[in-house]
C-alpha cells in the first residue's frame, strides 16, 4: 500500500518489529478482539489512530479517539470517514462467527458495514487492510466435512461456502474488487483462521480431549493462529505497495494438536486429497504468499503461546 505502518511501544509483544514513519489510521471494530490489538499496536507505535464501535470504551486508550458508530449506516460510515480522511483504514467490524446471531443477521450486518466502510474509504482515497475469513473456501461450517480439492489450501483454493457467515465474508471480496475498479485503492484481505489470545488459548481444551479414533471432522482441518500474528499482518499490509485486491491467509504455521496433519486428516475424514504435500505438524493453510509478497512469518505457537501472560488492550470488551 501506498502508506506505511509498524513501529512498537511493547517489544515484549512485538520484539521484531522495525520503527516506520506515522500513518493516520482508522480501525473500525476498535473494542473487539482482533481490533483492540490492532489499535494498541498502532497506537503504541505513534500513529494517529481512531477507533470506531458500537460503544466507546469507558476508560478510552492514551492517544485515541474513539467514536460510537453503527457502521451498518451507510450515512454514518460515510460521514465518520469522510470527516477523519484517513490515510488507510482497517476493518474488523463484523460478527465474528457463525452462531453467534441468527444466519440472515450475520450475513445482512457483514456484507452491509463492509460494503459503507469500503466506499466510505474510496471516497477518500484509503487503502484498505481488513479481515476476512479462511471460512469463504465452505468447509469450516459445511452441514457435510469435506476435503479440499488439495493441501495445503492457498488463496486461489476455490470457494463454495454453503452458510451466512463464509458467504458473507466471499461477497466481501467481492465489494474488495469492486471499490478497487471504482476508487483505485488497493484492498487486502487477511483470511484468518481460528483467532487464539496469548494467555487464553481456547483451543487447549480441544487438544486434551482429542482421539481420533472419535472426534468429528474439524472444517479448518485444525488450524488456527495468534491474535498477535495477524496484527503483525495487518502492518505488513500497510506498509506494502499492494495494487489492487489481494489477499492473504493468517494462519500460525502449525496445527494445535501436536500431531502429523495429514495422518491426522486421514484417520479422522478417512481419507486426504490425492494433491496432498504436508509434512509433520505443518498447517493445512498455506501462508507462502504472505512470506513470498509481504515478507510475513507466523512466529507464535501453541505451545508457548498458550500459557504467555501478554496483556493486550486494556479498553477491550
Known amino acids: 500500500m501506498k502508506h506505511s505502518s509498524a513501529g512498537c511501544r511493547n517489544a515484549e509483544i512485538y520484539p521484531s518489529s522495525p520503527a516506520r514513519s506515522a500513518v493516520n489510521v482508522l480501525?473500525?471494530?476498535a473494542t473487539g478482539g482482533i481490533g483492540s490489538w490492532v489499535v494498541e499496536r498502532l497506537a503504541g507505535a505513534g500513529h494517529a489512530v481512531v477507533g470506531v464501535d458500537l460503544d466507546r470504551p469507558p476508560g478510552g486508550r492514551e492517544g485515541v479517539r474513539f467514536y460510537a458508530a453503527d457502521l451498518t449506516d451507510h450515512g454514518q460510515a460515510r460521514e465518520l470517514i469522510q470527516t477523519e480522511s484517513p490515510d488507510a483504514v482497517v476493518h474488523c467490524a463484523s460478527i465474528p462467527r457463525l452462531g453467534e446471531r441468527p444466519g440472515a443477521e450475520t450475513f445482512r450486518t457483514n456484507v452491509d458495514c463492509t460494503y459503507n466502510t469500503f466506499v466510505a474509504a474510496g471516497t477518500v482515497d484509503a487503502d484498505v487492510v481488513w479481515t476476512s475469513s479462511e471460512s469463504l473456501y465452505g468447509m469450516p461450517f459445511a452441514r457435510?466435512?469435506?476435503l479440499p480439492e488439495y493441501l495445503p489450501i492457498d488463496e486461489g483454493h476455490p470457494k463454495?461456502?454453503?452458510?451466512?457467515?463464509?458467504?458473507s465474508k466471499l461477497v466481501c471480496e467481492e465489494l474488495a474488487e469492486m471499490v478497487v475498479r471504482r476508487y483505485g485503492i488497493s484492498v487486502?484481505?487477511?483470511r484468518p483462521s481460528w483467532v487464539n489470545y496469548p494467555g487464553s488459548y481456547e483451543l487447549s481444551a480441544v487438544r486434551e480431549?482429542?482421539?481420533p479414533a472419535t472426534a468429528e471432522p474439524s472444517g479448518n482441518f485444525w488450524s488456527y493462529v495468534d491474535v498477535r500474528d495477524v496484527?503483525?499482518?495487518?502492518?505488513?499490509?500497510?506498509e506494502a505497495e499492494i495494487a489492487g485486491h489481494e489477499?492473504?491467509?493468517a494462519v500460525a504455521a502449525d496445527n494445535y494438536l501436536g500431531r502429523e496433519t495429514a495422518a491426522t486428516i486421514e484417520a479422522v475424514f478417512g481419507d486426504v486429497p490425492d494433491d496432498c504435500a504436508l509434512e509433520g505438524e505443518e498447517s493445512a493453510f498455506s501462508t507462502a504468499k504472505a512470506r513470498r509478497e509481504l515478507g510475513w512469518e507466523p512466529e507464535h505457537g501453541w505451545r508457548d503461546a498458550e500459557n504467555e501472560e501478554v496483556p493486550g488492550a486494556e479498553f477491550r470488551r
Not at 463454495?160 to 458467504?167: K, L, N, R
Not at 496484527?231 to 500497510?238: G, H, N
Open 27 to 29: 480501525v473500525t471494530g
Open 247 to 249: 489477499p492473504y491467509l
Open 209 to 211: 480431549s482429542f482421539d
Open 144 to 146: 457435510e466435512p469435506r
Open 231 to 238: 496484527v503483525s499482518l495487518v502492518e505488513r499490509a500497510l
Open 188 to 190: 487486502a484481505s487477511l
Open 160 to 167: 463454495a461456502p454453503e452458510d451466512p457467515y463464509g458467504t
